[in-house]
């Protein structure tokens, strides 16, 4: 029997009745609560498969009239993080719930709607040393395959950019500097010199030269690149963190540290929808780092994808204590969310700048979320944004305090980078003396691409006439 056919019951008090069809809606199945009976017994089915799925998570049913007079009302299913259902599994529970009585067992031996976790990633290995180490990395994830059961998927990796000892081709045109700066994808090239061809919706990986950085991608059915950067990587991994200590019922604090670099929208999100206390240092994980280690759980990650996660050592005593004391009053369901929180300080290195580790992190979130990165990228939108860079005579010039947010030197710079944000729906702007190399780097963003980039110009145009530039007006990152 399959697993569907183990909640048939052909009992006339689940009779389907018969006025015509219904559609899982905005909120769920509405109708007279008098015509819900059939549809309560099928949701429920529907709920525990939706649990199978998401791996054994609880899945909520919500039975609601909402604001509507006593005889209406509603059943709505609710994934484990509080989200909604998704499209396909709508569609699937429209399905059910409008197949007459005498199909419905055909109808259970059909396949529910497949996992939305494909287990399989393409990474970009920037002609660095990060391939060497993925290599190994892949040889132990096949073995690991052929020693489990066969409807274990274990991670595939595909490389590509993995020319580590060829000259000239380090970072050149590839890797997680370039993807994200440029927001576009890499050259593709394989160990023969031959291209490869995106595949639409597929989940791709860069990692910088040296492998402390990481950043995701993917292009869309209309050949769209959507990027998931360093922010994107941070919300996953609180969200998900917050998710979990939720439902172990312990107080502890998830803190997010960023830069000014981070899109605002990531921001809002973790401060409005994450209910997460955010703070801001200058650019550099040294700084993210060190603030981080305030926080029971600090996520840092910076946009450009270099970051990674602390357990305080106090917290960790705490959890570790607690999970082995038999008498922590702990439900199983807790005891099994307290042991994924210690199994992501496990996966995580918590010394900073392991690109593979991060990638092994992010691939565990989507996993156990069973999302794919699309819905990843649903979570918020980003503000456009651009980054530019102008050479000065002499950068130290440029001073500026307040995590890089205010320009103190020269002066009237700041005043008027104010005056020109002020022009932009959504606009905020900044520049920093680079760390790295002899530039000034300038970052906008505002509500549109046109925006930012007349933005970013903008501050350029200014920092150009103010801070003594030499060479061209600005150039463009690489
Ligand atoms: C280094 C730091 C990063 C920082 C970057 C800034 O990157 O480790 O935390 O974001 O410098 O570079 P710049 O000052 O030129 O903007 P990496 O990858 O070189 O270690």
């Known amino acids: 029997m399959n697993f569907p056919m183990a909640f048939y019951d052909k009992s006339p008090k689940y009779s389907k009745n018969q006025l015509g069809s219904l559609h899982y809606g905005t909120a769920g199945f509405r109708t007279r609560a008098e015509n819900l009976g059939h549809v309560a017994y099928r949701v429920g089915i529907i709920a525990a498969l939706r649990s199978r799925v998401r ?16 005889d209406d009302n509603g059943i709505k299913i609710v994934d484990p993080m509080g989200e909604m259902l998704e499209g396909a599994w709508e569609t ?22 497949k996992k939305l ?8 290995c920037a002609n660095g040393v990060g391939a060497l180490v993925l290599k190994k990395m892949i040889h132990f994830l096949q073995e690991l395959q052929s020693s489990s059961s066969p409807n274990k998927k274990s991670l595939k990796i595909n490389l590509f950019n993995d020319l580590v000892f060829v000259k000239d081709v380090l970072n050149n045109e590839c890797g997680a500097d370039f993807v994200k700066v440029q927001q576009k994808i890499p050259i593709m090239k394989k160990k023969d010199g031959s ?3 995106v595949i639409p919706n597929a989940r791709y990986a860069s990692v910088d030269g040296d492998a402390d950085r990481i950043i995701y991608y993917y292009v869309d059915d209309s050949g769209i690149f959507h990027l998931l950067d360093g922010d994107r990587i ?3 991994v609180a969200g998900y963190l ?20 981070a899109n605002g929208s990531s921001t809002k999100y973790a401060i409005e929808k994450l209910n997460i206390p955010v703070a801001w240092t200058l650019t550099g994980v040294k700084h993210l780092h060190h603030k981080a280690k305030e926080f029971d759980i600090g996520v840092y990650f910076e946009a450009n994808g270099h970051g990674t996660v602390l357990f305080n050592s106090r917290t960790v005593e705490h959890l570790t204590k607690l999970l082995v004391d038999e008498r922590n009053g702990l439900s199983e369901d807790q005891k099994a969310n307290l042991k994924k929180l210690l199994v992501v300080r496990d996966v995580i290195n918590e010394t900073v700048g392991d690109a593979i580790a991060d990638l092994l992190l992010v691939e565990a979130i989507l996993y156990d979320s069973d999302w794919n990165i699309q819905q990843w ?6 503000l456009p944004n651009r980054q530019l860079k102008v050479s000065l005579q002499d950068c130290s010039v440029v001073k500026t305090e307040g995590a890089d947010v205010k320009c103190i030197a020269p002066a009237g710079l700041q005043q008027k980078i104010n005056s020109l944000v002020k022009n932009y729906p959504s606009g905020r702007a900044f520049i920093r003396p680079s760390g790295t190399e002899n530039f000034v780097r300038i970052y906008a963003e505002a509500d549109s691409q046109k925006n930012a980039d007349s933005l970013a110009a903008e501050v350029a145009q200014a920092v150009h006439s103010l801070a003594g530039s030499v060479g061209d007006l600005y150039e463009h990152p690489l």
């Not at 699937?92 to 529910?112: C, I």
């Not at 917050?242 to 604090?253: A, D, F, M, S």
């Not at 990228?377 to 980003?382: G, R, S």
């Open 55 to 70: 791996n054994g998570q609880a899945i909520g049913v919500m039975i609601t009239a909402s604001h509507n007079p006593e």
């Open 92 to 113: 699937y529970a429209t399905d059910m719930v409008n197949t007459p009585d005498a199909s419905l067992e055909q109808f259970l031996q059909r396949d529910e709607p």
């Open 117 to 124: 976790y494909t287990p399989e990633i393409s990474v970009d």
């Open 195 to 197: 291209s490869l061809h």
């Open 234 to 236: 941070a919300i996953l």
């Open 242 to 261: 917050k998710e979990l200590i939720k439902k172990t019922g312990i107080n502890i604090q998830v803190g997010l540290v960023q830069t000014a670099y």
């Open 377 to 382: 990228l649903n979570l918020y939108d980003d």
